[in-house]
């Protein structure tokens, strides 16, 4: 195997981290490996606000409720969906903007978590942690304020960065048949397989947590969707300019 794929198979997400900062030129590479993805039609519609002030720091890790990591790590920075940076461009050629569709949300929602995951690639394999903050959607329309996001620009989640101050175990997939599929889409053996994944993932979540219950992926997920889920999220895009035409 490469040591790519190696790399790729050890992901866990970071909670805790060291004091150390991480050097600039590593920082700086890393974001060159991050826009170095690819991007649907050439947009290059992302942009990552990195924030380095402690106060902003602390009422984004509020704001995405009470993360300390957010203010903890050594790096935070929050990736955004940009149709405003090209669309400026509509007027200069005598264009009219039509960049509102539910397409180009996507184009540019797409761009975002391919330029995260690569970045997120290159710091793993430098030896960072990282951890993804969707937490920021809790609080929208105030995370856009404080990093005064024009309208065109949505934040799509938050990254943290640095050094691992823990070494947690991988958390297991699916097994690979249940999410592969040949030809076409079926179900078929997937119930049985998944059941035996909720054994797996209930032990995970008791050496985790030290004994205890131990909740399986099912349920998990079951209640994720059995619950709205940050419903302010069609209103505050749709405000911020997407219109999803
Ligand atoms: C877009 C995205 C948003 C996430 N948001 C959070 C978050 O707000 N807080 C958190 O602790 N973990 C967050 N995570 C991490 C997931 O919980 C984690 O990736 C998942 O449980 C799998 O665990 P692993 O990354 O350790 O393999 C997020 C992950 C993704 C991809």
Request: with cysteine.
């Amino acid at each position: 195997m490469s040591s790519v794929i190696d790399l790729l198979k050890s992901h866990r997400s970071i909670r805790k981290f060291t004091d150390k900062a991480i050097d600039p030129e590593i920082l700086n590479d890393i974001f060159l490996a991050g826009q170095a993805a690819a991007t649907s039609s050439f947009l290059q519609g992302s942009t990552i606000i990195r924030v380095t002030n402690e106060r902003t720091r602390e009422t984004l890790a509020e704001l995405a409720g009470n993360q300390p990591y957010v203010r903890s790590a050594a790096e935070f920075m929050v990736f955004c969906a940009d149709l405003k940076r090209a669309g400026n461009y509509c007027r200069e050629y005598d264009k009219p903007f039509e960049g509102d569709y539910t397409e180009h949300f996507i184009i540019a929602t797409v761009d975002v978590a391919l330029m995260a995951q690569s970045l997120v690639t290159a710091a793993e394999s430098v030896g960072l942690g990282i951890c993804y903050i969707g937490g920021i959607r809790n609080n929208p329309i105030d995370v856009s304020k404080l990093l005064k996001l024009p309208m065109g620009v949505y934040p799509v989640f938050g990254l943290c960065l640095g050094y691992p101050d823990q070494n947690p175990e991988i958390k297991p997939r699916l097994p690979l048949s249940v999410i592969v599929k040949n030809e076409v889409y079926n179900e078929d053996s997937d119930q049985e397989k998944i059941r035996e994944y909720d054994e797996t993932i209930r032990e995970y979540y008791r050496n985790r947590t030290g004994g205890g219950h131990g909740i399986s992926w099912t349920e998990q997920v079951a209640t994720l969707l059995s619950e709205k889920s940050r419903p302010h999220m069609k209103q505050f895009l749709e405000a911020q300019g997407f219109k999803f035409k």
